[in-house]
């Protein structure tokens, strides 16, 4: 019975021991974007403007582009003209620049100003990989600048 108890308290002591070493050893926690977090790779890389983008998002989702519709027109005027303004930003910077400004969200939760007064400002674009990738597909083949894609009826 006395080996059995100098085994069992041999075997906790290794544990624990162990348990502190793997505290102390650990690096220091770091976040970062990966390929698809929290934008899409395929966001990054698309040539398409945002209403391009829009209409092939409309036609190849349209569950998930009505709901970011009717998200949007039940913001003040104001949010809903920084999430515009935001956007159009977005599609304007380089693959390069897209990727740092997916960094600095990942890593910085202040980072982005539009998202403290609406925190799915940019779900139609970035949320969801599935939509992203249907609309990324095809977007091309939508006529570039049609502001009219941002004029969805939306019922009161």
């Known amino acids: 019975m006395k080996g059995l108890r100098n085994i069992a308290l041999r075997s906790g002591l290794t544990a ?9 050893m650990a690096g220091t926690a770091a976040a970062d974007a990966t390929d698809d977090f929290p934008i899409p790779h395929r966001m990054i890389i698309t040539t398409c403007d945002t209403e391009q983008y829009m209409a092939a998002a ?51 939760v202040y980072y982005e100003n539009v998202a403290t007064h609406w925190g799915n400002w940019a779900k139609l674009f970035f949320n969801n990989k599935g939509v992203v990738a249907k609309a990324t597909d095809v977007c091309m083949n939508y006529a570039p600048g049609d502001m009219s894609v941002w004029d969805w009826p939306v019922a009161r």
């Open 16 to 24: 624990a021991a162990l348990g502190v070493a793997a505290t102390t």
């Open 58 to 108: 409309r036609d190849t989702s349209p569950v998930y582009f009505e709901r970011y519709m009717i998200d949007r027109s039940n913001r003040p005027g104001d949010v809903q003209q920084q999430a515009f303004d935001r956007i159009h930003w977005f599609f304007s910077l380089d693959p390069v620049a897209r990727r740092q400004y997916s960094e600095d969200t990942a890593t910085n």
